[in-house]
T-cell receptor, first 107, second 114 residues
Framework: TQLLEQSPQFLSIQEGENLTVYCNSS?????LQWYRQEPGEGPVLLVT?????EVKKLKRLTFQFGDARKDSSLHITAAQPGDTGLYLC???????FGAGTRLTVKP | GAVVSQHPSWVICKSGTSVKIECRSL??????MFWYRQFPKQSLMLMAT?????????EQGVEKDKFLINHASLTLSTLTVTSAHPEDSSFYIC??????????FGSGTRLTVV
């Protein structure tokens, strides 16, 4: 059972489009991490968010942590085929992962 | 940066045999190591948390006698899948804690039981 809900589960878009994926929990996160995973490899850390309301940017990726620290979002601007992968959120206190959003960006 | 070296990267074994997967922390001491299993097109499911020098804590539904975890040193944790069956075929990944918010993942082991 996934304790973190991620949506959407699958997302297929054209190159250049924008997208947002979400990570939600019924309980408060002490902190949360976003990872990206490619097939056959381990997850790679994108960002850690700690403070409610926090916004972090990583090039075309913008991460938000909800004020109540129960939700987070990842927004990608002008998606590129290289952004294709499985995006996962994880609770820091016990390193459990959400179900993930599988993103495909078509050229 | 911190690296977790995981071996083997893939293994094929016969049903009923045992397979050992190793995760070594390079350049840091992994007091705690997380072990995950990932089925195709699914997320990482936490199997167990191992702490150096003590027994691992297994998640509900994970058979501790089937998935033996040993964390005898600060740089090595192993997962042994005993009496493997085809349904154990999966991608297994370990992760070590490198700091307050730092987690470093191994590259994974693809296990196929035939």
């Amino acid at each position: 059972t996934q304790l973190l809900e991620q949506s959407p589960q699958f997302l297929s878009i054209q190159e250049g489009e924008n997208l947002t994926v979400y990570c939600n929990s019924s309980s408060v996160f002490s902190s949360l991490q976003w990872y990206r995973q490619e097939p056959g490899e381990g997850p790679v850390l994108l960002v850690t968010v700690v403070t409610g309301g926090e916004v972090k940017k990583l090039k075309r990726l913008t991460f938000q942590f909800g004020d109540a620290r129960k939700d987070s979002s990842l927004h990608i601007t002008a998606a590129q085929p290289g952004d294709t992968g499985l995006y996962l959120c994880a609770r820091n206190n016990d390193m459990r992962f959400g179900a993930g959003t599988r993103l495909t960006v078509k050229p | 940066g911190a690296v977790v070296s995981q071996h083997p990267s893939w293994v094929i074994c016969k049903s009923g045999t045992s397979v050992k997967i190793e995760c070594r922390s390079l350049d840091f001491q992994a007091t705690t190591m997380f072990w995950y299993r990932q089925f195709p097109k699914q997320s990482l499911m936490l199997m167990a948390t191992s702490n150096e020098g003590s027994k691992a804590t297994y998640e509900q539904g994970v058979e501790k006698d089937k998935f033996l975890i040993n964390h005898a040193s600060l740089t090595l944790s192993t997962l042994t899948v005993t009496s493997a069956h085809p349904e154990d075929s999966s991608f297994y990944i370990c992760s070590g804690i490198t700091g307050a918010y730092g987690y470093t993942f191994g590259s994974g082991t693809r296990l196929t039981v035939v």
